[in-house]
Antibody, heavy 124, light 107 residues
Framework: QLQLHESGPGLVKPSETLSLTCTVS??????????WGWIRQPPGKGLEWIGH???????YYKPSLKSRVTISVDTSKNQFSLKLRSVTAADTAVYYC????????????????WGQGTLVTVSS | EIVLTQSPGTLSLSPGERATLSCRAS???????LAWYQQKPGQAPRLLIY???SRATGSPDRFSGSGSGTDFTLTITRLEPEDFAVYYC?????????FGQGTKLEI
């Protein structure tokens, strides 16, 4: 059974960088059938797609976040990571990692496995 | 960016009843690449439907999806107590991926 688990600091100061890692178990991150993505949810609000990555390193980002976001992959550790720079209180959210199932050469897909989520609070 | 508008915002029904949730897109969703997710308090979302009408593995057959273009529907026949949750639609056919704001299904 595939499992994803987010890890990283729960508190980040304003203007600093939020860093999270997602560890994938029960399956290989190097599969050609999937991307690996990040989604966030501010407290009491809806879901926001941040971006996703292919095992080769090809990335897709939400345009409004693109200047601050980097998603990377480490196939040797079966992990992928999120960095969000220059954070503000508006970046406070539960951050989820997820597997993105795609068809052939599609640039995105549906989210069929999710981590349990981790709350990151931006505050001094 | 495609804006997804879900209606109603809140739907109040009873167990055993039928629920119909709507998701309307601001422009046509390519290849009917639309998914539905269920989220319960304190939990991650769970995939129910993908490709507008394909049921995800483990999704009960009382859940069904339909629609194309700009209008999509999630139908839950014979509501069970565990179905009361928030439901989100997501389009992944046009970059960037976007989610609807959610429909809360309450007793």
């Amino acid at each position: 059974q595939l499992q994803l688990h987010e890890s990283g600091p729960g508190l980040v100061k304003p203007s600093e960088t939020l860093s999270l890692t997602c560890t994938v178990s029960g399956g290989s991150i190097s599969s050609s059938s999937y991307y690996w993505g990040w989604i966030r949810q501010p407290p009491g609000k809806g879901l926001e797609w941040i971006g996703h990555i292919y095992y080769s390193g090809r990335t897709y980002y939400k345009p409004s976040l693109k200047s601050r976001v980097t998603i990377s992959v480490d196939t040797s550790k079966n992990q992928f990571s999120l960095k969000l720079r220059s954070v503000t209180a508006a970046d406070t959210a539960v951050y989820y990692c997820a597997r993105v199932s795609k068809y052939y050469y599609d640039t995105s897909g549906y989210l069929d496995y999710w981590g349990q989520g981790t709350l990151v609070t931006v505050s001094s | 960016e495609i804006v997804l508008t879900q209606s109603p915002g809140t739907l109040s029904l009873s167990p055993g009843e039928r629920a119909t949730l709507s998701c309307r897109a601001s422009q046509s969703v390519s290849s009917s690449y639309l998914a539905w997710y269920q989220q319960k308090p304190g939990q991650a979302p769970r995939l129910l439907i993908y490709g507008a009408s394909s049921r995800a593995t483990g999704s009960p057959d009382r859940f069904s999806g339909s629609g194309s273009g700009t209008d999509f529907t999630l139908t839950i026949t014979r509501l069970e107590p565990e179905d009361f949750a928030v439901y989100y639609c997501q389009q992944y056919g046009n970059s960037p991926d976007t989610f609807g704001q959610g429909t809360k299904l309450e007793i």
